[in-house]
């Protein structure tokens, strides 16, 4: 799946958060796709490198190998084609790092993670050829189960592939250790996830759109999908070696790579990806060169045609774009416009294989990288190697940044908290929602910094005002564009076309949903600390606190309402933590209940520090207990608060 840690991911995180010489002659005459231009072009230059199968080896075997063993990756497989043409391939480490079995591109297995929906939207475009799909009908046409109606308007298969159906981020039981044993329509219309923007408005990456569209293909072509995309997609394309099968084909996995967090660590289980035709697919970098030039040659790869010609132009076409001069959706593909090419892809990720597809289009050249680990914080592998890549073979000239009059005051105009479009929903990992948010600001040369993008020293990226709200990243190429939403509000986009950032209205912003989650907790643990220094302390000395029964019943529910608190804080942490190992999945939905019934507990003892004020408090002797007792009251009210406004009480577990 398409993980994204702005995150990306942010998040997504997004990991929100790909170059150029004058195109590279074609073999043939085809036509290209039509409408993927790059939104804002930089200068091409000349490459003193003639990208040959021996220059590109040479090449990354200079760069490959050291980025392994900096990151703590264990193995990784390219691939190169050109104009119908496989110019490299090539595996790097480790397959499987206890028994140093080496990584080989026509053998080794890898998991493309969301790469896998590629086939899934081929497989769509096949029969909106054959007249069996409409793109814009609504999709319950083809579905034996209702999508309940939102906002007034049916999703359409164009707002799926598009990533426009405007749900909420689903991903309970997305990837777990074991098979869910829900054939494909359970899983479906039990995981249904909530509409929370009107379809066609706001690009939300939605894994649960692209299972809804595989299970069309298996509606409407009559077969299981599985068996859909080996007859229609791998045996015209002689892919013998890719499989969406889970577990895989017997035989199948003495050549399927191990995967790992780190290299150092440990390998990981095979993992089970519970929406198939989301992200189940496994392969070989061989096979996918068959995919590449296949697209590459708009659907005809050897004499085999997967595609029309004209269908695989639209499906390579700008489709929908929130931001104008960005990078856009196509029809499952997105724009990856860079060094003044045009560029379309998808990546992909599951938890420990994390890869990329990407399509020079005005240079017929495909390239496709994957690695078996996810490797250490704040480095990117792949990033690093397409991007030099680039660079060698299609350099280009960055244009110098024009100097926009109002640049300060447009970045203190557009400074503040924004939030990504890709997230759960009103439900129990609402509160995650804003972990992952962006903080954007201005400094005194007009620049603006946004937090959630880092460059590789870890610090913030700096991005100058290039146009009116239009920014591009401080000697880099990366874009972001500021523009009012559908709802009126200021959001603005990046590069990754399939995900925004909204404005999240001031009490959800992270700097007030952290304050009132930590105040209580800071102020809670003082006092339950003090509270057994002093105890201990009138131990020692032989000095017991002498109060009065209603008093000392009052102190006691005091100390109640605040270890109630704190022990909610401390269980969701422990079942967090076992939820990174354990998976969100069924097996957890006792311990989320447990969540709810202490978050529960919380808000009820709010009552008591609230009672407390019904007293004369203000009459008390000594200022500060007046002050300990409206804290108190205030902490107590601000964590009921955030438990309620963050919607950790939905009595839903579908997120």
Not at 69 to 95: H, L, P, R, T, W
């Amino acid at each position: 799946m398409r993980k994204l840690t702005c995150s990306a991911a942010c998040l997504l995180a997004a990991s929100c958060l790909v170059a150029a010489q004058n195109p590279l002659p074609q073999k043939n005459n085809k036509e290209q796709p039509r409408g993927t231009e790059a939104p804002s072009k930089v200068t091409p230059g000349e490459s003193p490198h003639q990208l040959t199968a021996q220059d590109l080896e040479a090449f990354l075997d200079g760069l490959v190998p050291s980025q392994l063993a900096q990151s703590d990756i264990a193995g990784a497989v390219i691939a190169v084609v050109q104009n119908g043409n496989v110019i490299f391939e090539k595996g790097y480490g480790y397959s499987d790092v206890k028994s140093k079995r080496p990584v080989l591109p026509d053998q080794t297995l890898f998991r493309p993670g969301s790469i896998s929906k590629l086939f899934t939207w081929t497989s769509v475009m096949q029969l909106v050829e054959q007249g069996k799909i409409d793109l814009d009908h609504d999709i319950n046409e083809y579905l034996d189960f209702k999508i309940e109606p939102a906002f007034g308007q049916p999703i359409t298969m164009r707002n799926i592939m598009t990533h426009t159906p405007g749900f909420e981020e689903a991903i309970k039981d997305l990837i777990t250790r074991r098979q869910l044993p829900d054939p494909l329509r359970q899983y479906l219309t039990t995981h249904e996830p909530r509409r929370i923007y009107p379809p066609g408005k706001v690009p939300a990456y939605s894994n649960y759109g692209a299972t809804l569209a595989g299970y069309i293909v298996q509606r409407v072509s009559g077969m299981p999908f599985e068996e859909y995309v080996e007859k229609n997609i791998y045996g015209p394309l002689g892919m013998q070696h890719s499989t969406f099968r889970q577990p895989l084909p017997q035989g199948w996995d003495k050549n399927m790579s191990s995967g790992y967090q780190l290299a150092s660590a440990a390998s990981k289980p095979f993992e089970f990806v519970n929406a198939p035709p989301a992200g189940s697919m496994s392969t070989t970098a061989d096979d996918m060169t068959h995919f590449m030039m296949a697209h590459l040659q708009n659907g005809e790869y050897h004499g085999a045609r997967i595609l029309q010609a004209s269908t695989a132009q639209q499906m390579h076409s700008r489709t929908f774009a929130a931001a104008p001069h960005l990078n856009g959706m196509c029809l499952g593909f997105y724009q990856e416009n860079r060094n003044g090419h045009s560029i379309i892809g998808h990546g992909g990720d599951t938890q420990f294989f994390h890869s990329d597809l990407h399509l020079i289009l005005d240079a017929n050249t495909g390239f496709f990288i994957s690695q078996n680990s996810l490797g250490k914080p704040g480095q990117s592998l792949r990033d690093t190697v397409f991007h030099r890549f680039l660079d060698r073979y299609f350099p280009y000239n960055l244009p110098a940044a024009p100097a926009v009059a109002s640049a300060r005051q447009d970045a203190a105009r557009l400074s503040g908290s924004y939030m990504s479009s890709r997230r759960p929903g009103p439900n129990l990992l609402d509160a995650l929602n804003f972990l992952g948010e962006a903080k954007v600001s201005g400094d005194r040369e007009g620049r603006i910094i946004i937090d959630a993008f880092k460059d590789p020293a870890g610090q913030p990226k700096k991005f100058v005002e290039i146009s009116p709200n239009l920014y591009r990243e401080e000697d880099g190429q990366a874009q972001v564009e500021f523009f009012t939403d559908y709802n009126g509000a200021q959001s603005f986009g990046v590069d990754y076309p399939f995900m925004i950032f909204m404005e999240p209205g001031v009490v959800r912003t992270k700097g007030f949903a952290l304050f009132s989650l930590l105040e209580p907790v800071i102020f809670f643990a003082l006092v339950l600390l003090g509270w057994a220094a002093a105890a201990m302390i009138r131990k020692h000395y032989q000095r017991p606190l002498v109060l009065d029964p209603v008093h000392r019943r009052r102190h006691r529910l005091l100390m109640l309402a605040a270890a109630v608190d704190l022990l909610f804080i401390a269980v969701v942490f422990s079942i967090l933590s076992a939820a990174g190992e354990l998976g969100l999945g069924q097996r957890l939905n006792p311990l989320f209940r447990v969540i709810q019934l202490l978050a529960l507990a919380a808000v009820i003892v709010t009552i008591i520090p609230l009672y407390n004020l019904l007293r004369p408090w203000w009459q008390q002797r000594w200022w500060w207990n007046r002050l300990y007792d409206v804290l108190f009251a205030v902490s107590a009210v601000l964590f009921a608060w955030f438990i309620i406004e963050w919607h950790i009480l939905s009595p839903s577990l579908r997120f």
